[in-house]
């Protein structure tokens, strides 16, 4: 079916149920059944040591992150004590030590990484939810549209993101806001042509044209049949995109344009340490190696999950 034919159904209403009860109870039930058996592969993924142990790592950073603080008592990340400054690790009172305003660490760390998870999560979470929506109704109504829209993410993806990141939070400005704005719009174009190209793939399945044949509106097929059917695909990408988007607002916090100091981030506490390498070597090498036991974890859980529903799909 051609492009034209796809756009012309946009404005149709769901009169399936209506008009063609067997059809629309089959399209029911096949949309059904692929959800249940994403959700099992995704339920054998989770089986598969080369998925389970990077996931239960990142289970524990976020636990640590956002409950370590109430159940440690640590102290608040930006009051410190002139009088304790860098001292060394276990300390009393400061298990990680502290830094040479007198912050506590550990506090500094947990805080720092919540935030950096956070702005990786929000950042992807806007990505996708954009990408996705451009990708999949361009990629299903086809037309003019569609090949104006992917040309105009092709120009995007095509510029380094770093780069661009750099440029728009250098004009916003330092904050966390601006930092999560900064990463997410260049993260669009990716989601979105992954998107379009997913649903090209499946949008002539009989599932999706017998929806189309009984009536069923373009947002109705695309949010129920199109998007669930590219899911997998989209997870996998997702998963990339957080560790990426922590490992800009670490550069971006590094050079001062993401996440503004006093407030911690895994970012600016590589910056603030640069200078005490000597004095203080743990300082830079804590959240170091928590960033890249973040990112490292989220990349192999990416990498297997992947390659678990690629296999379940064969």
Not at 44 to 49: C, G, N, T, V
Not at 180 to 188: K, L, R, T
Not at 236 to 259: D, F, K, P, Q
Not at 286 to 293: C, G, T, Y
Request: glycine share 12%.
């Amino acid at each position: 079916m051609s492009d034209g034919v796809i756009a012309g159904n946009a404005g149709v209403p769901d009169l399936a149920a209506e008009f063609d009860p067997d059809t629309a109870a089959w399209v029911s039930t096949t949309a059904g059944r692929r959800v249940r058996a994403g959700t099992s592969r995704f339920g054998r993924a989770l089986r598969d040591p080369g998925v389970a142990v990077p996931a239960a790592i990142l289970v524990l950073l976020v636990l640590a992150c956002f409950a370590g603080p109430a159940l440690l008592g640590v102290p608040s990340p930006t009051t410190g004590n002139l009088t304790q400054y860098l001292r060394p690790l276990g300390s009393p009172g400061h298990l990680l030590g502290t830094n040479q305003l007198g912050n506590d660490m550990l506090s500094r760390m947990l805080y720092g990484g919540r935030v950096s998870i956070e702005i990786g999560l929000a950042a992807t979470a806007i990505s996708l939810v954009a990408g996705v929506a451009i990708g999949a109704f361009c990629g299903y109504l086809g037309g003019a549209a569609d090949a104006i829209m992917m040309r105009i993410l092709d120009i995007l993806f095509a510029f380094p993101n770093i780069v661009l990141a750099m440029a728009m939070a250098a004009y916003l400005g330092p904050s966390v806001v601006h930092t999560i704005w900064a990463i997410s719009v260049f993260g669009v174009a990716g989601f979105g042509r992954l998107a379009r190209a997913q649903t090209v793939k499946i949008r002539q399945l009989d599932y999706v044209v017998a929806a189309r044949s009984g009536g069923a509106s373009t947002w109705r097929i695309v949010t129920t049949h199109i998007v669930p059917g590219i899911s997998g695909p989209l997870t996998t990408y997702a998963l990339i995109t957080i560790g990426h988007a922590m490992l800009i607002e670490a550069g971006l916090s590094y050079l001062g344009l993401g996440v503004p100091i006093p407030q911690p981030s895994w970012g600016n506490l590589i910056s603030s340490a640069q200078n005490y390498v000597v004095q203080a070597p743990q300082l830079l090498i804590m959240p170091a190696v928590a960033l890249f036991v973040t990112i490292a974890s989220i990349n192999l859980l990416a990498d297997g999950l992947g390659r678990r529903l690629a296999l379940d799909r064969g």
